[in-house]
Structures are given as C-alpha cells and as structure tokens.
Antibody, heavy 119, light 113 residues
Framework: EVQLVESGGGLVQPGGSLRLSCEAS????????MNWVRQAPGKGLEWVAN????????YYVDSVKGRFTISRDNAKNSVYMQMNSLRGEDTAVYYC????????????WGQGTLVTVSS | DVVMTQSPLSLPVTLGQPASISCRSS???????????LHWFQQRPGQSPRRLIY???NRDPGVPDRFSGSGSGTDFTLKISRVEAEDVGVYYC??????????FGPGTKVDIK
C-alpha cells in the first residue's frame, strides 16, 4: 500500500525555521517526482515546490524562493522541506504529494502536517 | 503564471440530481506533446485531496462513473450525473501544462440542499 507520512510541523515564531519530512512506503521514491502542496486554514490548494527523481531539478513557487529548500534521500525513501524565515502567510497544512509519470499531475497525497507561524 | 478560475464557487445540490462545475484557464492547456494536463481533485471534509480525473476526461481507478470530465483548450467541466451524500466536499481543477508553478482553481464547495 502506498503511503506518504509527513512530520515536522508545529508552532514557530515569525522568522523561525522548521524542517518537514515525508516518509514514503509501499513504493520506491526514486522513480517519482515529489511535491509539497500547502493549504492555508479554510483556503485552497497552493503548490509550493517539487524535486526530480534524482534531485537534479528543483522548482519553487515565487513566494518561497530563497526561503524554502526541497531535498530528498532516496535511500531513506524520504523527502524534506527546509523552511527558513517563516512568515504568517506560511501558516498552512503542508502535504507531501507524489508526481505521476512526467510529473505533470499528482497522484498520492499524504495526510498533511500543520505549520503555524505566530508569535 | 496560468490563472485557473472555477464557477460556481458554491454549489448546493439535491441528492440524486446532476451537478456541473466549470473551470477556465488563462491560456490553452494543450502541451507540446498533444496532451492536455487538466486534472480534477476532490477534497472531502477533513481529508486530503484525491485525484478524480486526469488529463481532462480520464477517471482514476475506484472513481464512480457518475463523475465525468470534458473540455478542451481553456474551458473544462466536471459533471456529477447523480449527486450522492459522499460527494460533499470541495472540488479543484489543476493545470500541469505550464509549470512551474502548478496552479489550482479556487475550489467549488459542493453540499447538499
């Protein structure tokens, strides 16, 4: 069974940092693009970043460029998001999402981890 | 960036009746390979999103056949032939043709009258 389990969320002050983790099981991570998608409380979905199978390509939404870094460790079947200089508008549930094929669509979603940025 | 719009944003429906959601993109979603990367996701209350339809009209495994997708270019539609109670939730269209960034519509909330 395919599973994506996020962890690392929590309460952090503005300007602080967090590192999210996504542990995959039931499939080999090395075959897939992986994404982070977030959802602010009561709001819609926003794609945040993705990373190619071998980690050679990474892309970000403009609002997080220079602050967030996506990475992966295929040997550990895990994807990460280092989040620095956090702002109130980063408050959201962060979902780890598996890409499909060339990465132009999304398949499995994790259950999400809540990040709250507040003083 | 490609802007995705949806209408209506709220859709009260009667059980057993049809429902239709429109999604429009600010530019054509036809990719150079000839495919159109427009997808539909359902998010039930308290749950993670799940994909229903990929590349305009292809239903995912396990998705009831009362769900159908259609459209081309910049105009797309998700139809539910007969709404059931389990269909309550928010529906999002998403484009994967012109990325980064991937972009979602604002969502359409479907509930029962």
């Amino acid at each position: 069974e395919v599973q994506l389990v996020e962890s690392g969320g929590g309460l952090v002050q503005p300007g602080g940092s967090l590192r999210l983790s996504c542990e995959a099981s039931g499939f080999s991570l090395s075959h897939y693009w992986m994404n982070w998608v977030r959802q602010a409380p009561g709001k819609g979905l926003e794609w945040v970043a993705n990373i190619k199978q071998d980690g050679s390509e990474k892309y970000y939404v403009d609002s997080v460029k220079g602050r967030f870094t996506i990475s992966r460790d295929n040997a550990k079947n895990s994807v990460y998001m280092q989040m620095n200089s956090l702002r109130g508008e980063d408050t959201a549930v962060y979902y780890c999402v598996r890409g499909v094929g060339s990465g132009r669509t999304f398949g499995y979603w994790g259950q999400g981890t809540l990040v709250t940025v507040s003083s | 960036d490609v802007v995705m719009t949806q209408s209506p944003l709220s859709l009260p429906v009667t059980l057993g009746q049809p429902a239709s959601i429109s999604c429009r993109s600010s530019q054509s979603l036809v990719y150079t390979d000839g495919d159109t990367y427009l997808h539909w996701f359902q998010q039930r209350p308290g749950q993670s999103p799940r994909r229903l339809i990929y590349k305009v009209s292809n239903r995912d495994p396990g998705v009831p056949d009362r769900f159908s997708g259609s459209g081309s270019g910049t105009d797309f539609t998700l139809k539910i032939s007969r709404v059931e109670a389990e269909d309550v939730g928010v529906y999002y269209c998403m484009q994967g043709t012109h990325w980064p960034p991937f972009t979602f519509g604002p969502g359409t909330k479907v509930d029962i009258k």
